[in-house]
Every structure is written in structure tokens, then in C-alpha cells.
């Protein structure tokens, strides 16, 4: 990973004290220090209004809303504190449709519960060391979901 994590304002947003303490520890853990916590959306939205926060872990199930439509709500309204800062998804159901719905929702990353530090900094680490695109359409916000080649496919690279 190419940025210090010191310098990285992490918002970790579950429903669950254990989760909640164990990905701020794990943050910390490599480096983090400001790791912020929010029990609610209604916490989550305080903190995305006050704090300049660089990226948000968010569980998929919070109790009376769940994770996927507080960050369709993110995404797409007008006085979102917060539309574009990167969400990497926390759940334990990882049926292709919950992935598909947190994608779809503007979802950065999915982490599957239980998680690893592994796995977490690896998140991280593609946020950090490719920053997404984000796009605004009628039907989606979030990040660009268009491939990229790496190498352009021109006539003398084909085979024959």
C-alpha cells in the first residue's frame, strides 16, 4: 500500500459492538488513528457531516435499516454529506443477490464475515492505491463499474 495509514479517517459502521471493536482494532492495528464508530445511520450521517471521512466500513444488516439502503440513500440524495467516499460492504450472507444489491447500492468492496486483518487491508489497499471513479447517472451513484483493459487490443496483437 503505497499511503500510510495514519493518515486515513476510517468510519466503521455496525450494529454489533464485538465487529465494531474488533475492524476498529484491527485498523489500529496497522497503523490507523482516527478511527471513528457509529451504532446507527443516524450516528454514521453525524459522523460524515462532521469528519472528513476517507472510507467507510459499513455492515450489511443495521437492525432497522439495513446497510444497503442507508448507502443507496448516501449515494443518491441531494443533501448527502457524503456521496463519494468509498464504502467497503461488512456481511456474514454472501449470496451472489446480497453482493449484487451492495454493488448496485454504489458498494466499493465486499468483506465477508468472519473477517480477517488479511482481508481488511487488502480492501484498504485497493481503495487507497486505486482511488475509484465515481459516476452520477439517473439510475446509479457510485463507483465506475466500466472495465478497463490494460492493454489496448489492436490488429498486431491478435493472433492469428
Do not use: W
Not at 454472501?94 to 464475515?113: I, L, P, Q, W, Y
Amino acid at each position: 500500500m503505497t499511503a500510510p495509514l495514519e493518515k486515513i479517517c476510517f468510519l466503521v459502521v455496525d450494529d454489533n459492538a464485538h465487529v465494531l471493536n474488533l475492524v476498529k482494532a484491527v485498523l489500529r492495528g496497522f497503523g490507523a488513528l482516527q478511527v471513528f464508530d457509529a451504532r446507527t445511520p443516524a450516528q454514521a450521517l453525524e459522523h460524515l457531516r462532521h469528519k472528513e471521512i476517507d472510507i467507510v466500513f459499513l455492515d450489511y444488516m443495521l437492525g432497522e435499516t439495513d446497510g444497503v439502503e442507508f448507502l443507496r440513500r448516501l449515494r443518491t440524495d441531494p443533501k448527502s454529506p457524503a456521496p463519494f467516499v468509498p464504502v467497503i460492504m461488512l456481511t456474514a450472507h454472501t449470496e451472489r443477490s446480497r453482493v449484487e444489491a451492495a454493488r448496485d447500492a454504489g458498494a466499493n468492496a465486499f468483506c465477508s464475515k468472519p473477517i480477517t486483518a488479511a482481508e481488511i487491508l487488502r480492501k484498504v489497499a485497493i481503495i487507497v492505491d486505486r482511488p475509484p471513479n465515481f459516476v452520477r447517472s439517473g439510475s446509479y451513484t457510485g463507483p465506475d463499474r466500466r472495465r478497463r483493459e490494460k492493454t489496448p487490443r489492436t490488429p498486431e496483437r491478435r493472433r492469428p
